[in-house]
C-alpha cells in the first residue's frame, strides 16, 4: 500500500511535503484547520497590507524548517529514530494551536491567566486520545520532558524553527527587507553535543544576523506604533464590553462562542471543559461582533469599534522618559471635550503604558557555538561579536514609554 503524500505550495519556500499518514490526520482536523482563520500578526495588516497571512501558514512553514533540521542533524550522524522525528514534527505542527482569535493581541482577555501554550498542550492531549497515544513522544518534547533535549530547543529556544519562520515569513509578506535571515545556513550549521543544540563556528554571522533581524523587526513592524494604536484599541473594546456586562447592560456578540466568553466562562469551570468551544472561535467571530458594536448605544464602546473598522486609530507617540502627567490630563481634557463624555470614560481614549522587547538574554537560554577545537560559547562572549558583553546588546531590554490619545 502506498503512503499518503501531498505537495502543499507555501509562496515562502516552494513545495513543503508532507509524506506522513499522522500529520495529514492532523491537518485535516478542526482543530489544525481553524488555524486559517486567524492572523498571524493580528492588525498589522493596517500598516503592511500584505500582512494577512495565518497560523496556519505559520505552522506549515515551522514543519517544513523543522524536517530540515533534523534531516541536517541526522547527516551529521546524531542518532534520531522514527518516533522521535515525527514527534518533533507534530510538536512543531501544533505549537500554536491554542492561538486564540487575533493571537497575541487578545491573549488574557478572553480567558483570564491561560498563556496559550496551556491551551496548545490540553488540545494535543485531546488530540491524543483521539489517536490512541500517537502524540505521546510529540507532547513529551513540547512540554521539555523528552531526555534529548535538543528536540524541545527546536521546538521553543533561542534558536528555535519557530521564530527562523515567523521572522522570514512576516518580512515575506509585510516587504520589510530587514527582517530577512539566513534561515537556511542557520539550519546547514546546527549541530549537537552533550545533548544540545549548538551551532559550528562558521554561522555565527548569520547567528548575529537573526538577532539583530528579530530586533528589527519588533520595532518596525510588531510594536510599530499603529499597530499598536489597533490592538489596544481591541483590548479596550473588550474591557469596555465586559464592563457593561457586568452592569447588566445588553451586549451581545455575533456568535454564540464568543458570547460564552464575554458572558458566561469565568463561572463556568476551567478551559479543558470548553476547548470544542474554544475551537469554534477565531478572528471572524471578532470582527463581526466590533462591526455589530459599531452601532451599539454606549457611546464609549460604538466610538471604539467605528474607529477601529475605519481605521481611525489613536494617535501614538513613543519616547524613552515615561510622560508628563500634565500631558496626560490635556489630552483627556480635550478628549472628554470632543466626545462629550467624562473623565472615567476619557480613560478608553487616552492611556500610557510600555512597550519592551530584547535582543538576546543569555539567562533565558543561551546560543552555543561550537568551535572547530570542541570548545563552546555564549553567542554573547565571542570575541569581536556584534552581539556581545561589550556591544551591550547582549543584556539591554529596550523598553519605549508609549500615549495612545484621541484624534481630536
Sequence with gaps: MTAARKIINDPVYGFITIDQPLILQI???????????????????????GAVHSRLHHSLGAYHLMCMALSELKGKGIEITGE???????????HDIGHGPFSHALE??????VHHEEISILLMHKLNDE?????NTAINIFTDKYPKKFLHQLVSGQLDVDRMDYLNRDSFFTGVSEGVIGYDRIIKMLTVKDGELMVEEKAIYSIEKFLVSRRLM???VYLHKTVLAAEMMLVKIIHRAKELLADEKRVDAASAELDFFLKNFNNQGPIEQHLDTFCRLDDHDVMATIKNWC??????????CRSLVERKLLKVKLQSAAFDLGMVKEK????????????????????TGIASNTTYDPGDERINILFKDGTIKDISAVDNALISVKSGLAYGEVKKHYICYYRC
Design 108 to 113: 488574557h482577555e478572553l480567558i483570564k491567566d
Design 84 to 94: 522521535e522525528e515525527l514527534g518533533a514534527k507534530v510538536a512543531i505542527l501544533l
Design 218 to 220: 519588533y520595532w518596525q
Design 332 to 351: 483627556t481634557r480635550e478628549t472628554c471635550t470632543a466626545l462629550g463624555i467624562g473623565e472615567k470614560e476619557a480613560g478608553y481614549f487616552v492611556f
Design 131 to 135: 489517536f490512541k497515544g500517537q502524540l
Design 27 to 49: 491537518i485535516s482536523h478542526p482543530y489544525y484547520q481553524r488555524l486559517r482563520n486567524i492572523h498571524q500578526m493580528a492588525f498589522a495588516h493596517l500598516v503592511y497590507p
Design 295 to 304: 452601532h451599539h448605544p454606549d457611546k464609549i464602546l460604538s466610538t471604539l
